[in-house]
């Protein structure tokens, strides 16, 4: 990868008409760090998240040594990246042929389910691999309720007592029992874990099974933008809630388990930004060269504001007197001709924005890379390497919702 100082310098000498991902390592290295350090159990990264090779060896380097995975293809990239890392594979529902592949090939020991059928369909390998059931932990996943930008237990979970049968039936046949959860993403409030963790509490109590672990799952919230005619709570600092989980945990005398986490969007969303183009300005409409079916999926699905910074060009115009420029909302259309390709939530930015300028768009490293289509034949893949943090570089356009920042400063 090509590096650079800034955004803005990435931008200025590239001048790239296609979207530019700009890779921050040291930002990924220490969001990773911070996480392993707040979390007293075992961080196991969701590759799902974000499964690009340079991701998953920059998190193995930074200390990560676990991984929840979910397919095939995320074993072997875990794998690639880091072959002595456990692997946890947190799918509930999963293809025979995989269960196989995951005990066989990947010598995974840890998987989860939510259903009776799961749990014959992972006894037929582990019978026909002759394995000791002992040797292999099966987590029941719980559903629980919730706010998230993203609610899971829709799909997934089992209800508390078909949970307490599970572990049972599980216990029963000798392998290994666990409880988890996983509460959905960017979960900003703490209650949501105090519910999932009283009903793994009360699964455990009413199954009388002894359990080998306790899985929390991922959720925790990354830091974004604010719409400033939105101003809502400041998103809690990951540190912080990992404390209180904590604590929580306690409360509930569940600290005698050995726990798990499986961290996403906290550890990589800061990681990278995306340099895109104005393709067209009209009136209060940018159309840029990325969108819903590129690297900007998440964002609309999850109705995220996501910081970003304008980067004028200097040769289409006479640098404006930025002191004059006010932030303004923009309606962001996307690149593909698709009708819904318009993203849910406006970006603010100086009102001095026009064709031609670049948009730098940061803490995209969540669900971004693993989501692009080559839908219309857009299919951005060009990467640079970035040194400074998006939310500390001199912006002297501003940031599209310079809260970002100021939230997390306190
Ligand atoms: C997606 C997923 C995660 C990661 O979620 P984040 O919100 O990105 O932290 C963790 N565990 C499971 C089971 C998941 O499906």
Not at 74 to 84: D, G, L, M, N
Not at 177 to 206: C, I, N, P
Not at 212 to 223: N, R
Not at 317 to 325: E, I, L, V
Request: charged content about 25%; proline content about 6%.
């Amino acid at each position: 990868m090509q590096k650079f100082e800034t955004g803005r310098d990435t931008a200025l000498s590239l001048r790239p008409d296609r979207p530019v991902y700009g890779f921050r390592p040291d930002v990924l290295a220490t969001d990773a760090r911070a996480f392993l350090d707040a979390f007293r159990g075992e961080t196991a990264y969701a590759v799902k998240t974000n499964g690009e090779p340079f991701v998953l060896k920059r998190l193995a380097e930074a200390g990560v040594s676990a991984f929840d995975v979910a397919s095939p293809a995320e074993f072997a990239a875990a794998f690639a990246a880091a072959p002595a890392a456990k692997q946890f594979y947190m799918h509930p529902v999963k293809a025979q042929s995989d269960i196989r592949l995951a005990l066989e090939g990947f010598s995974i020991r840890a998987l989860a389910l939510d259903h009776e059928d799961e749990v014959a369909k992972i006894l037929r390998i582990v019978r026909a691999q002759d394995l000791a059931p002992s040797d292999v932990t099966l987590f029941v996943r719980i559903a629980t309720k919730g706010h998230a930008a993203y609610e899971l237990s829709k799909k997934f979970g089992a209800a508390p007592k078909h949970a307490v049968e599970l572990l049972q039936r599980i216990d029963r046949i000798g392998f290994r029992a666990g409880v988890t959860f996983h509460v959905g993403s960017q979960v900003e409030d703490l209650g949501t874990y105090e519910r999932a963790l009283a009903s793994a509490d009360w699964v455990r109590g009413r199954s009388g099974v002894e359990l080998a672990a306790l899985d929390i799952g991922g959720g925790f919230p990354a830091q974004y933008g604010h719409d400033p005619k939105r101003p809502g709570p400041p998103t809690p600092q990951v540190g912080d809630l990992v404390a209180r989980i904590q604590s929580e945990i306690d409360a509930w005398g569940l600290d005698d388990l050995p726990l798990i986490a499986e961290p996403g969007r906290v550890i990589v969303a800061r990681s990278l930004s995306v340099i895109v183009r104005v393709l067209l300005k009209k009136g209060q409409r940018l159309y840029i060269n990325d969108g819903i079916w590129s690297s900007l999926s998440d964002s609309w699905t999850g109705k995220m504001t996501l910081p970003a910074r304008l980067i004028p060009d200097p040769a289409r115009r006479r640098a404006p007197k930025t002191s004059a420029a006010k932030l303004a909302p923009f309606r962001v259309m996307g690149a593909t001709c698709d009708s819904v390709d318009i993203l849910s939530r406006p970006f603010w930015l100086p009102d001095t924005v026009d064709t031609g300028d670049w948009i730098e768009i940061g803490h995209i490293g969540a669900y971004s890379l693993a989501l692009r289509t080559r839908f219309n034949g857009f299919y951005p893949d060009d990467f640079v390497e970035v040194a400074t943090p998006f939310d500390m570089e001199e912006g002297e356009e501003g940031f599209a919702s310079i809260e970002t920042m100021g939230d997390a400063a306190e």
